[in-house]
């Protein structure tokens, strides 16, 4: 008979609920924000003599759009997670797809939402699978000497260096 010790055995840490109505009202003050910006960017590069109004009148749909987006994403992410008690990928993919769909509804086309969620869904699903940031695992900031060790480990040694240790 086999004796259990609890102190030994890893024990997977608990779930945190996420406050999904909170981190969708962030989400989307920042997502207003982007969406001022980009509007403004468009308002700058239209012709027309309605002025600085124009960021509001004439493309402030961007500004609801991109609230409306990632309030979207952030309040899916955080209930998929919630119903699923995981953090992993699919919550992501979830958000993205429910934000994808936003968007081709804008658009008035059924196919393009679906083909919108599924792209963005993947995107980043994707992204949060490979561990949610396009900068690597890190290694990019060690100096020279870290690399060029990795770099000896890894491949077969020069022809000079195979001759110089021997």
Request: with cysteine; hydrophobic share 40%.
């Amino acid at each position: 008979m086999s004796t259990h010790d609890a102190s030994s055995s890893k024990t997977p840490s608990a779930y945190e609920q996420k406050p999904a109505v909170e981190l969708a009202a962030y989400a989307a003050a920042k997502g207003a924000g982007a969406g001022l910006l980009v509007s403004a960017v468009q308002n700058a590069l239209e012709t027309h003599s309605r002025g600085a109004t124009g960021i509001l009148t004439r493309t402030g749909g961007t500004v609801g759009l991109f609230a409306a987006m990632a309030g979207t994403f952030a309040y899916t992410d955080a209930t998929v997670a919630n119903l699923r008690q995981t953090n992993d990928a699919l919550n992501g993919a979830a958000g993205g797809c429910a934000a994808g769909f936003l968007a081709g509804i804008r658009m008035r086309s059924l196919p393009i939402a679906v083909g919108s969620c599924a792209v963005l869904g993947a995107a980043v699903g994707t992204l949060d699978a490979g561990g949610g940031t396009l900068m690597g695992d890190g290694r990019v900031a060690e100096g020279y000497e870290a690399r060029e060790e990795r770099r000896k480990a890894f491949f077969k040694p020069r022809r000079e260096e195979a001759v110089t240790s021997e």
